[in-house]
């Protein structure tokens, strides 16, 4: 006697099997698709409202800032550093004290690339730069004072402040405003790509330690601004360095 066949049993379990596995590569792709949303989208959408949150309380603590020229300009009283930017500034503020960690204690501002962002002392993930902030390296020289103001940002997700900072050319302006006084830095050189590791962007007088035509040799009053390139990766390093052309006191 022949036995019966279980072909239609076979094949609904097949079914179900595939069924099942559709399901789970759909599911995988929602959760994948919720992570890149987060990371590209809501972490945005927080530390932009974060840094903005800050900036408005650093400017209800100072009061309003110093009068602007027609052109877009703060009024400065003095001259600066000359072009080398070894000279040093006309009667500066008294030294502020300095920040402590993750604390936010100045505006950046670049028209350029239409950016406003808080900094804050030190480069953490978590407390500064994941808050959509700017981070002040802190080995290296405060605003408007002799050596290397040196910053770091995000180029990607978490506000990315730095994300067009590769658009900045020779000549642009960027100021950087404190409790005390208004500083304008004159963007003059860049490096579009380094290792992570180069120190050497923000030592006092800032020079590539793997390119040693980039940078400076001499004492001057200079600002370094850095972040991950090329976009979505943190292989290598982007610096844009300028030098201070103006003090503006509050």
């Known amino acids: 006697m022949r036995k019966p066949w279980r072909g239609g049993r076979g094949w609904g379990l097949l079914a179900r099997g595939l069924w099942v596995s559709a399901e789970l590569v759909v599911t995988l792709g929602l959760v994948l698709l919720l992570l890149v949303v987060h990371q590209l989208w809501w972490t945005n959408r927080e530390a932009r409202q ?18 602007v020229a027609p052109s877009g300009d703060p009024v400065v009283p003095d001259p600066l550093p000359s072009a080398t930017g070894s000279e040093a500034p006309t009667a500066p503020p008294a030294p502020a004290p300095t920040p402590r960690w993750d604390q936010a204690y100045a ?18 993930k978590g407390g500064v730069l994941d808050r959509g902030h700017v981070g002040h390296y802190t080995r290296t020289a ?69 390119t040693p035509s980039a940078g400076y040799s001499e004492p ?13 990766s943190s292989r290598y390093r982007l610096v844009v360095w300028g030098k201070l052309t103006a003090m503006r006191p509050r």
């Open 142 to 210: 405060q605003a408007g004072r002799a050596g290397n103001f040196a910053l770091a940002g995000h180029r990607n997700t978490h506000g990315e402040p730095f994300r067009r900072l590769d658009r900045l050319r020779r000549g642009d302006r960027i100021t950087v405003e404190t409790r005390d006084a208004v500083y304008t830095y004159t963007a003059d050189r860049s490096l579009a790509r380094t290792a992570p590791s180069d120190s050497g962007v923000i030592a006092a007088v800032p020079r590539s330690n793997i």
């Open 50 to 67: 974060e840094a903005g949150r800050t900036v408005q309380a650093l400017q209800r603590e100072w009061g309003p800032p110093p009068p």
């Open 107 to 124: 505006v950046l501002r670049i028209p350029r690339i239409g950016l406003t962002a808080p900094v804050a002392e030190g480069t953490g």
């Open 220 to 232: 001057g009053y200079y600002l370094t601004l850095t972040t991950c390139t090329p976009e979505f």
